[in-house]
């Protein structure tokens, strides 16, 4: 059985979102206070296997360095199309987020379906945001990164952003079954039934 928990972090709260597995855990988008991810994984005696980024942006992966301090062998993975930037001056926000370099151990973040069969991923390639965004599916639940918020979307005038992806993209998780969990990179949580429904940035 595979257990979540949401805990938005730092000033843009980005939702982070830690899963775990017996005493596996991935931690998902770690955007800043890394010392509170790592009470909470403490706290439940569970051990750090992973880093997953449904993006590559400063307010995702900040918190990156204080994991791997702890942690020097966890593999970071990522969308190939993000990688450009880990270190890049555009993605960053000091002091508080002073930007991420390029980790050491980076993979690719398609390569979570078969790294850790016992969480059942799928990932859902979801360019627009970013060119490198993805959409992590587990059974019923969707984390959506910065692809699908509550009533609205992510931005898609950074850098590598795409309006035209993004609908695409926006259409294919309208397909999804409806009572699929939508976990978003921040603000509440929803369904896909309820984004059909309402979502102004779905076309129907
Ligand atoms: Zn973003
Ligand atoms: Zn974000």
Redesign the pocket.
């Known amino acids: 059985m595979v257990s979540h928990k949401i805990i938005p972090v730092g000033a843009y709260e980005a939702n982070c979102v830690i899963l775990w597995s017996g005493e596996d855990a991935l931690v998902l988008d770690p955007g800043q206070d890394a010392e509170l991810l790592l009470t909470f994984l403490s706290g439940r005696n569970l051990r750090l296997r992973a880093i997953l980024l449904t993006?590559g942006?400063f307010?995702?992966v900040n918190g990156i360095p204080g994991l791997l301090e702890k942690n020097p062998d966890v593999p970071v993975y990522a969308h190939p199309s993000d990688w450009v930037m880990f270190g890049h001056p555009m993605n960053r926000n000091p002091p508080d987020y002073p930007g991420v370099g390029k980790p050491a151990n980076l993979h690719d973040i398609r390569d979570i379906v078969k790294d850790f069969p016992a969480f059942c991923f799928e990932v859902l390639e979801t360019p627009g945001?970013?060119p490198g965004s993805v959409c992590v599916k587990m059974g019923t639940l969707l984390l959506s990164?910065?692809t699908l918020f509550a009533g609205s979307c992510?931005r898609t005038d950074f850098p590598g952003g795409s309006m035209a992806d993004m609908r695409k993209s926006l259409a294919a998780l309208a397909k999804l079954p409806p009572e699929t969990e939508v976990v978003p990179?921040h603000g509440p949580s929803t369904t896909i039934a309820r984004e059909v429904a309402s979502n102004p940035f779905i076309e129907r």
């Open positions: 993006h942006h307010d995702h945001h970013t990164g910065d992510g990179g």
